[in-house]
T-cell receptor, first 115, second 117 residues
Framework: EDQVTQSPEALRLQEGESSSLNCSYT??????LFWYRQDPGKGPEFLFT???AGEEKEKERLKATLTKKESFLHITAPKPEDSATYLC????????????????FGQGTILTVHP | DTEVTQTPKHLVMGMTNKKSLKCEQH?????MYWYKQKAKKPPELMFV???????INESVPSRFSPECPNSSLLNLHLHALQPEDSALYLC????????????????FGPGTRLTVL
């Protein structure tokens, strides 16, 4: 069964204090890994797609990386507006390796950045 | 236009009411999804529509009835809901529902906050 585990559950940072969020996964065949940002009461906002180990993507203060077992979301010099819940997700595949659109989400990391 | 829109933003209904949620996208995506999200939990998949046909129903109770009138619209009809159905209902879309290679990302709408009294 596909599993996604995120850590830590919550992270409090001071403005400018860089850190990383972890997403470890167990899937039969990775067909991509997605990172989303979600603000309270709103829908998840797409951030990144990573497909293969060694891949990296960047957007402003965020950088996502992928290994064969986990993904990291690095936050450099965060600002209070980066406070949100960060979700990672992987496509759930059947025994034949085909995904039919279902995503397995981690429980999320709640990030709070204090000024 | 990279936006998924949902209406209404908020909905309060009694257990005997019938209401509908609406979702729209104009990105040419051929897969659309309904998710339910409870507080402090990740989204849970309810339904997947692929090329306007229902392809996945995650054992959702029949009081939730999805409909896809065309490739841009997705509705969720609600009837005889229970208080435990109160949640944030999210619509999402992706370019294709599935591929045997990489999977394309899903884009979410802002959600409808549903309260069942």
């Amino acid at each position: 069964e596909d599993q996604v585990t995120q850590s830590p559950e919550a992270l409090r940072l001071q403005e400018g204090e860089s850190s990383s969020l972890n997403c470890s996964y167990t899937v039969s065949g990775l067909r991509g890994l997605f990172w989303y940002r979600q603000d309270p009461g709103k829908g998840p906002e797409f951030l990144f797609t990573l497909y293969s180990a060694g891949e990296e993507k960047e957007k402003e203060r965020l950088k996502a990386t992928l290994t064969k077992k986990e993904s990291f979301l690095h936050i450099t010099a965060p600002k209070p507006e980066d406070s949100a819940t960060y979700l990672c997700a992987v496509p759930t595949t059947n025994a034949g390796g085909t995904s039919y659109g279902k995503l397995t989400f981690g429980q999320g990391t709640i990030l709070t950045v204090h000024p | 236009d990279t936006e998924v829109t949902q209406t209404p933003k908020h909905l309060v209904m009694g257990m005997t009411n019938k209401k509908s949620l609406k979702c729209e996208q104009h990105m040419g995506h051929r897969a659309m999804y309904w998710y339910k999200q409870k507080a402090k939990k990740p989204p849970e998949l309810m339904f997947v529509y692929s090329y306007e046909k229902l392809s996945i129903n995650e054992s959702v109770p029949s009081r939730f009835s999805p409909e896809c009138p065309n490739s841009s619209l997705l509705n969720l009809h609600l009837h005889a809901l229970q208080p435990e159905d109160s949640a944030l209902y999210l619509c999402a879309s992706s370019l294709y529902p599935w591929t045997s290679g990489g999977v394309n990302e899903q884009f979410f709408g802002p959600g409808t906050r549903l309260t069942v009294l």
